[in-house]
């Protein structure tokens, strides 16, 4: 039996492909360690994704290219490295690594249990994420999010957010005596509450800040895009057609706003009956056309299960009170999608052929 070699080992790891950028390691630059150890070898890879089902996939095919050399055991490191926006020298949040807006075209389309969900979700998979309920009017984040009290100062300058599941959350509803109190502001005002918001609040290190915004095309989105630069948008619709033509008005702004759209999600896409049959109570199709019209994926179709208005209900939202259900693992799915389109996007904007590279802390997982 020939003897197995360090250089044949890195070289058949080197051609191994990458399934967030289809790429191979050697192109993307991601391998940047190898051992071999007796009969078993030790690799380290960077990947700009933190999804799970990307890290397995890749050691698959590790495990396959390695078998083609005689190796039958592999201790995988993975560096989970968020790739970042860019940020200008007056950015108010440079720390903040990705801004992800939540939009929809109207109300009523569940815009809030998807960025509760999908916020939860990214930080299950390890991330440093933070949600700002921008939607003024309409504040829903301590209700699901079960969280009351009132932000405070440790400098007199930064306000703490309140945090719950390891989520930094801010909302104007933790300013509020009253939860039902009506808040009535002329639009300076609104921008201005916004602005603390954002540059106010003591967001830290984040991978993800997730803005959850208030419906339609207001002025909301053009305060944020004046003032920082956005990772991009996250539309939310439903099948109807009612949903979709007033998502086409959102998506038009965004394009006028040079925010970039990073998908579609369409909530309520189904229902699935006790005897396991689909039944699309809302029409179907809908965000797949929004999709195809605008040429970005459809990130999630999200079924309709009581279950995830009662859990938002009672401030545990299901990604977090149920995780196994077959709702959350679509959550936790949506979640990973975009952090890989966020990964490819920013891959696409550096140009060149290597992932995107990140300075600042890394996340590692072993996958042996």
């Known amino acids: 039996m020939a003897t197995i070699t360090e250089e044949a080992v890195h070289a058949a790891l080197a051609e191994v492909v990458d399934p967030t950028f289809e790429a191979t390691l050697a192109k993307l630059g991601t391998l940047s360690e190898v051992k071999l150890d007796g009969?078993?070898?030790?690799?380290?890879?960077?990947?700009?994704?933190?999804?799970?089902?990307?890290?397995?996939?890749?050691?698959?095919?590790?495990?396959?290219?390695?078998?083609?050399?005689?190796?039958?055991?592999?201790?995988?490191?993975?560096?989970?490295?968020?790739?970042?926006r860019e940020t200008t020298s007056n950015d108010p949040i440079p720390a903040v690594r990705n801004v992800i807006l939540v939009m929809s075209g109207k109300g009523g389309v569940g815009k809030s249990t998807v960025a509760a969900n999908l916020a939860l979700a990214l930080a299950r998979s390890g991330t440093r994420v933070g949600l700002l309920d921008a939607d003024v009017y309409g504040p829903s984040v301590p209700t699901m999010l079960g969280i009351e009290g009132h932000p405070t100062s440790k400098d007199g300058k930064l306000i703490e957010p309140l945090q719950r599941f390891g989520v930094k959350l801010m909302s104007i509803g933790f300013l509020l005596e009253d939860p039902r109190q009506a808040v009535i502001w002329r639009g300076a005002m609104l921008h201005g509450a916004l602005q603390q918001f954002i540059s106010d609040v003591n967001w830290g290190e984040l991978d993800y800040l997730v803005l959850d915004?208030?419906?339609?095309?207001?002025?909301?989105?053009?305060?944020?895009?004046?003032?920082?630069?956005?990772?991009?948008?996250?539309?939310?619709?439903?099948?109807?057609?009612?949903?979709?033509?007033?998502?086409?008005?959102?998506?038009?702004?965004?394009?006028?706003?040079?925010?970039?759209?990073?998908?579609?999600?369409?909530?309520?896409?189904?229902?699935?009956?006790?005897?396991?049959?689909?039944?699309?109570?809302?029409?179907?199709?809908?965000?797949?056309?929004?999709?195809?019209?605008?040429?970005?994926?459809?990130?999630?179709?999200?079924?309709?299960?009581?279950?995830?208005?009662?859990?938002?209900?009672?401030?545990?939202?299901?990604?977090?009170?149920?995780?196994?259900?077959?709702?959350?693992?679509?959550?936790?799915?949506?979640?990973?999608?975009?952090?890989?389109?966020?990964?490819?996007?920013?891959?696409?904007?550096?140009?060149?052929?290597e992932a995107p590279v990140t300075e600042g802390p890394k996340r590692l997982r072993i996958l042996r």
């Not at 999804?51 to 290219?65: D, F, G, N, P, Y």
């Not at 189904?270 to 809302?282: I, K, M, N, T």
Request: charged share 25%; with cysteine.
């Open 39 to 84: 009969a078993k070898v030790l690799a380290r890879v960077r990947v700009s994704s933190p999804a799970e089902s990307v890290q397995v996939e890749l050691r698959k095919r590790a495990e396959a290219a390695l078998k083609a050399v005689g190796v039958d055991e592999l201790a995988l490191v993975f560096d989970v490295q968020v790739p970042t």
């Open 213 to 353: 915004l208030p419906p339609g095309t207001g002025d909301v989105a053009l305060t944020l895009a004046q003032n920082l630069k956005v990772t991009g948008a996250v539309m939310v619709t439903t099948p109807q057609e009612v949903a979709v033509i007033d998502v086409h008005k959102a998506l038009s702004m965004c394009k006028k706003l040079d925010i970039p759209v990073l998908g579609i999600v369409e909530n309520m896409s189904y229902f699935v009956d006790p005897s396991g049959e689909r039944h699309a109570l809302f029409g179907e199709g809908g965000g797949a056309r929004l999709a195809e019209e605008w040429k970005t994926p459809v990130l999630a179709q999200i079924p309709i299960d009581p279950a995830v208005g009662r859990a938002g209900d009672a401030g545990t939202p299901v990604v977090q009170s149920d995780p196994t259900s077959a709702s959350a693992k679509v959550f936790m799915a949506l979640a990973e999608n975009l952090s890989e389109r966020i990964a490819r996007l920013h891959r696409e904007r550096a140009g060149g052929d």
